[in-house]
C-alpha cells in the first residue's frame, strides 16, 4: 500500500558527495517526520538525520555541517545531501516515514529497501 523508494548510492571517493532521495508513493493521508538511518557492516542501524513536517531537523553529531536532510512535501520525497563524504560514511543508507494512509490515520514507520553507499580512502 505505501512503497519508499530510494535512489542515488554509489561509489565515491573521500571529499566526495552524493545525494540521495527517497519518494514515498501509495494511500497516503499525511506523511509525518522522515529520516535517513544508516548500517554499517557488523554496526546496529544509526540514525543520520531526520525531518519533521515542519522542517524541523536533527542531525547525528557525526554528519553535522557535512549532510542535509530536505523533503518536498508536494513530492512526497524527502533527500539527504551528502557532502566531505569519509569511508566511516560508507553504509546502506536506509529511509524512514512516519505514514497516515486510511487504515492508520494516525501513522506508522516504513522503510525503504537500503542503498549502498561506499566511500573509498
Known amino acids: 500500500q505505501v512503497q519508499l523508494v530510494e535512489s542515488g548510492g554509489g561509489l565515491v571517493q573521500t571529499g566526495g558527495s552524493l545525494r540521495l532521495t527517497c519518494a514515498a508513493s501509495?494511500?497516503?493521508?499525511?506523511?509525518?517526520?522522515m529520516g535517513w538511518y544508516r548500517q554499517a557492516p557488523g554496526k546496529q542501524r544509526e540514525l543520520v538525520a531526520v525531518?519533521?513536517?515542519?522542517?524541523?531537523?536533527v542531525y547525528a553529531d557525526s554528519v553535522k555541517g557535512r549532510f542535509t536532510i530536505s523533503r518536498d512535501n508536494a513530492k512526497n520525497t524527502v533527500y539527504l545531501q551528502m557532502n566531505s563524504l569519509k569511508p566511516e560514511d560508507t553504509a546502506i543508507y536506509y529511509c524512514?516515514?512516519?505514514?497516515?494512509?486510511?487504515?492508520?490515520?494516525?501513522?506508522?514507520?516504513?522503510w525503504g529497501q537500503g542503498t549502498q553507499v561506499t566511500v573509498s580512502s
Open positions: 524512514n516515514a512516519n505514514i497516515a494512509t486510511p487504515t492508520n490515520v494516525w501513522g506508522m514507520d516504513y
Open positions: 501509495g494511500s497516503i493521508l499525511r506523511i509525518n517526520a
Open positions: 525531518i519533521t513536517r515542519g522542517d524541523s531537523t
